[in-house]
Every structure is written in structure tokens, then in C-alpha cells.
């Protein structure tokens, strides 16, 4: 008995300190991007073996805002501003790790502007093994708005499903969430039916998703930090799906079919849901607005597939979406300005990036099949699914200099991305 | 016994985490330098939290299962009256771990046969069921309205289903077909698939005690939600024909969107069969 324990325990371990199941691949140069030198932390006493320094590269790497190196030597007080300058260095980032007892570290960071040879930025944490990555997310963050004078997205988090062929020759479903870099990945739900449009509520609480476990399309709401089981959201007679949560948090709108019309509901978890739209078409793929004043949907109403906006004050609806004969599945940016959307090009279904006021429409890839797209919390990406070699991935392109970097799993395809909001 | 002792020390490892309050983490770990920081950055700053898999995993969470030995996976599965899913080699090796662990995440109690499939149902629902299938004659009632002839009800609707099944299957060798076709985007019935649900329909009136489930399915292209919605209109089409039968009532309509493909892969060939609505009677 005391083996099943310790089996019990380990594997808890294991599953928590397991690596990344997505390998990452960037895949475009870095143009204009901020060319700064993260240098490796200094480590005094036993190393925990987690690289801060290299996680922050990572990360600042992937945004396509930042050109960050490593230094050969580690920096620690004295700064050649002039070989940096030389070099063309507008950044030095250094820092320090002290053990203070077997689990507690104290962590250093100091960030220096070449030019004017300044400290930016000084700070001592003090942390625990275990949330190592986390630091490392949160001065990702740190830096890029003590240099960019903008909010990062590092400390976040991702949902994903995978899906990987089993023994017995079904399919394996997995909704899993990880962090931003697609560390740490955790399995929530996992089915051997499909699992669609994870959405995390904004206060990174609650994930909706739509399961096909009874044999038909439903949405579930859980809490994946909590150990509760998954609620069930009312339904007509036909499909639930395509959740999204108002920003608000107490409700959420969702697609249901009543007399096999579908339509877009609001629902409080309370009473029964409310339609937003009541037209005979489909209409579905909601979005809110930033503020919940508006939703942005797909609906085929006008016989093609287009992306439509409705007012949820004046009840008015607008059609947003003008070039081609299919736009659909949008989101609105964080600022609210624009959407995502897929839209059809010849043959290809592309990610394209919508500006609402000018109906401006820019495809953003050269892929066949791009689909569910989200913006990272601070509007700077875009993460969404594509193929690569008939396999389904994830992709980060970045709206600063159209970088694109690839996020895939060995084995098995990784699709419906969704991006959680900063933690509180 | 080995089940509750690994439930045991999954609630200790559980209700540890629970008690690990974020912001008891702040002031025991952070020490910050500048206070002048405001104090969510505080929060922000404590460790990794506990994310606990869940769900549908009967008490175990998923990546538990997946770490646990075959041994106590097949233990798990006897306690959960799965022992006739186990598969093993002739040196008593689990042959099918994936399916499993599937099964106990996915069903706390798999019915095998409808006979103990009726058996496990209330007196109510097996009225419910008698009813839906044609038999309400069958329904004796006591004088307080409680059913009288379970036994008999039971024995009746296990004749019904095996007249069913035979129907079914007789059908199944003479119909043109289980399956329609439909163009990109469309959910539109030409004049061969309505000679098909006329040939469908009539089956049906035939057999009253018939009931079907249209599938309908979409081919990849083009977002998910909206292919969910397509694959549900496409099957509908369907219904509203068979509804000129009367049909409506034993009739269950379900979208798969793309999920389900008969054929995978990125050409005309593949998305013309994934485009179907599949009838599925029971």
C-alpha cells in the first residue's frame, strides 16, 4: 500500500514538473526588432536548473519585438557600455540568483539603457522553487514594458486540444492548458470524442468548451484550478456550441439551436438564455467586444458566410465584412479596433486581420487552412491553428513584424487555441 | 482496497494544495525590494499554482491515470465494472491500456446489453421508454398507478428491440443506402437522395417502433463552429422531408461538423464523403 502511495505522489510530480509537450519553432527573420543582451544569471549556491535568463530570451524572442542574445560571460556589476554600444546594444539585462535555503531563492534583475549608460530598473524577488517559471514569465513582462512602455503577454496562459490516435485505432481527445511558451502543459478533459472552442473566462477562472461525449455537440463550463466537476449548459434539441464569455464574466453567449434554427444566446447561468440574433440563417462564432457593448459573429444570412456586428444597446446589426465570399469565426482585438477573422482566398482559408472603422482587410499568412484565431492579451499576437505536413499546429505570428513561430507536438495534431488575460 | 487507498492519498495531495493560499505565499516568500509595487504584483509574484486535471475521471485525475501502472489500471477497471474491456497477452499483460483508461474516464458504468440496460431503469422510465416504443398496451398499472408487470414490461420491450434489430438489419440489406451527399456549402436535396429518404420513410412507417438519428457532417474546410452549424442544417434538410411522413417525432437530429470524417486528407475526393448525412436508426 505504501508503494501505491508513493506511485500516487510521483506521478503528481511528474505530471507537474513534465517539459514542454509543444516544441517550438520560429520561423521568420527578426526585422525591426529591439536588439537587447540578456547575459545568464549569476547563480550563488545549488542551481534548481531552470534557465531565467533563457526562458526570458525565449519569450522576448517569440513577441518579434525583441532581438535578445546571450553573453558568452555573465555580467555582473561592471557594464561595458562602450562594447555594447559598439555592438549596437540598446539593453543590458542581468541578473543574480542567491539560495537562500534549500527551496527559497532570491532572484536579481537589473536592466541598463546603453546609451545613456542608466539603470532602468532594479529588483529583488524573493521565490520558491516552485514558481520559477512563473518569475521568469513575470519579468518577461517587466522588461518589455520598462522597454517597450507596453504590456507584455508572458504570464499567461494557453489552451489547446490534441489529438492523437490510440491504440485501438479511435482518437484521443485532450483539452489541456499550459503556459504561454507551452511549458507545463496539464490535461483538464480528456475524451475519446471531440473536444471544440475552449474559451477561458477573463478572470482566467473558468475554461467553456464544447464535448461530444454524450454523441452530440454540448458546452460544459469547469474550473480548471479546482477540482469540480464540469457543468452542463442548457440546450434545445439540437447543438450547443461555440462558447465565449462575456467580459464581465457572469455570463456567456453560446449557439443554440431551437426548432433546429441557430442562433446566438446570452446566458446568465441563471435564467433562461436570451437571443442576441433571431435570424433564419446561421449564426454563430460570437465574440464580445472588449467592453460587452457589441458582438461580432459568422453568420450565412446573405447566402455567403460573412462576419456581421451587432450593437447590443441599439439592437442594430451591421455587416463588417466586404472583400470575398467567406470571412468568418472573428474576434475582436483587446483594444477593440479590429477582428481576426478566416477568410477565404481562392482555395485557402487565411487568417486575415480586419481594422472595423476602414474595413480594411489584411491576409496575414500564405497557409491553406488557418483557423481559430486569438489575440494574446495584449493585441501584439495572434495565435492560431494551421496544418504543417497535413498535421495540425499552432502558430504565434506577431503584428509587430509579421514573425511567425510554430508551436507543435511530436505526435498527434494541437489545434483550437485560445489565450487566457493576465492573471489578477 | 487499492482503489481507496490511491483516492486517499490523492484528496491529502489535494486538500494540501487548497490550503495554499496566494497571498499566505506572498508573505511567507516575497520579500520586494521597492514597495512602492502595488500589491496584486505581489500575488502575481507567488508560486506556480496547483493545477489540478479533473473531470470525468471518476475521483482520479487524467494524468494520474495515465502515470499509473497497467497492474493498477486493470485494478481500477475490475472495481469499476469494466473487467470485460481488459485485454490481456498470454503473460497477462494489458494489451489495450488506452482504451482503458478511456473507459474509466469516460463511463462510471458501462451498460453491456439492453437487457441490463432496462433492468437499471426506474419503474417510471421504463413507462417512459414503453411508450416511446409503441407499447403502451403492454402497461399494467396498480390501483395506487405503480407498474405492475415490470417483469413482463421488461420481457415485452426486449422482444420489441430484437424485432427492431431485425428490421434494421433486414433494411440494411435492401435499402440504396445509409448515407446522402451534399455539394461545398450546401445543404440541398437533389432527386436521387430524396428517392433514398422516400425509400427511408416507408421503412419507417413499416416499423413504428423504429426511431432514427441523422448525423449530419461537413468536410474541413472552412471554420469548426460553422461547420457544426452546417453539418446540423444538412441533416435537418433531411428530416424536413422524412417530416412530410410524420415522421418528426421519432426522428433525432445531431451535427458532427468536420469532426468526424469518413476520410482524411486535404482533397475533392475526401471532403465529397466527408459532406454526408449518415441515418442511423435504433
Redesign the interface.
Known sequence: ?KI??F??????F???SANALLEVNIIKSREAAFPIVIAPFEIVGNSNNVDISKIIRDNLNRSGQFNALSTEALITNQIDFSFWQEHKKDAVVFGKIEQVSSK?Y?VYIYIYDVFSEKSLY???????N??F???AH?LSDKIYYVLLGQKGSF?TRLSYVTVSE???G?R?Y?LQ?SDSDGF?P???????N?I??PAWSKDQKKLAY?S??N???EVFV?T???????IKLPKF???A??PTWHPDGESIAL?L?KN?N?DIYLYDFKSKPIPLTTNIA?D??ASFSPDGSKIAF?S?RTGQ?QVYIKDLKSGKISRATFEGR?N??PVFSPDGKDLAL?H?VGKD?RLALLDIASRDLTVMTQN??D??PYFSPNGGMIIYST?RD?KGILSIISLHNNQVVELMQKEGEVR?PSWSNY?? | M?KK??LL??VI??SSCATTNISE?GDK??????PSEDA?EV???????????????GGF????L????ND?LIAIAREKGLEDLILLDEDGNL?????I??AI??SAALLESKSEELESMSDDELIEVAVAKGLTEQIVLDADGNLANREELVEALLESAAATEAAISEFGNNADSFTLYFAY?DTEIDEVATRTIIQHANFMQENPSVNLRLEGHAD???????N???G??RA?SV?EVLGLYNLDDRI??????E??PILT??NEEAWEKNRRVEFSYY
Open positions: 500500500m501505491i502511495k506511485i500516487i505522489t510521483l506521478s503528481v511528474i505530471s507537474l527559497v532570491n532594479q529588483k529583488k524577488i524573493r521565490v520558491h516552485s514558481g517559471r512563473r518569475i513575470f504570464d490510440n491504440s485501438n479511435g484521443t485532450k492548458i507545463n496539464q490535461t483538464v478533459v480528456r475524451s475519446s471531440p471544440l472552442s464544447v461530444f461525449k454523441n452530440r455537440s469547469m480548471p484550478f479546482l477540482k469540480t466537476i464540469p434539441d439540437g447543438i456550441s461555440s449557439t439551436s433546429g441557430k446561421i454563430t462564432e459568422t450565412n458566410v467567406y468568418a469565426k478566416i477565404r482559408y491553406k487552412s483557423e481559430s496544418n497535413n483550437e492573471s489578477n | 487499492s487507498i490511491l492519498s490523492s495531495f489535494l505565499l516568500f516575497l520579500d520586494l525590494i521597492n496584486t500575488a502575481m509574484l507567488s508560486g506556480e499554482e496547483t493545477l489540478i486535471a479533473m473531470d470525468e475521471a485525475t487524467i494524468d494520474e495515465e502515470e499509473l501502472s493498477e494489451l489495450n491500456r488506452d482504451q483508461i478511456n474516464v469516460e456549402d474541413e474546410r472552412g471554420t469548426r463552429e460553422y457544426l452549424a452546417l446540423e442544417n435537418l428530416k433525432i437530429v445531431v451535427s458532427y461538423g469532426e468526424s486528407g486535404s
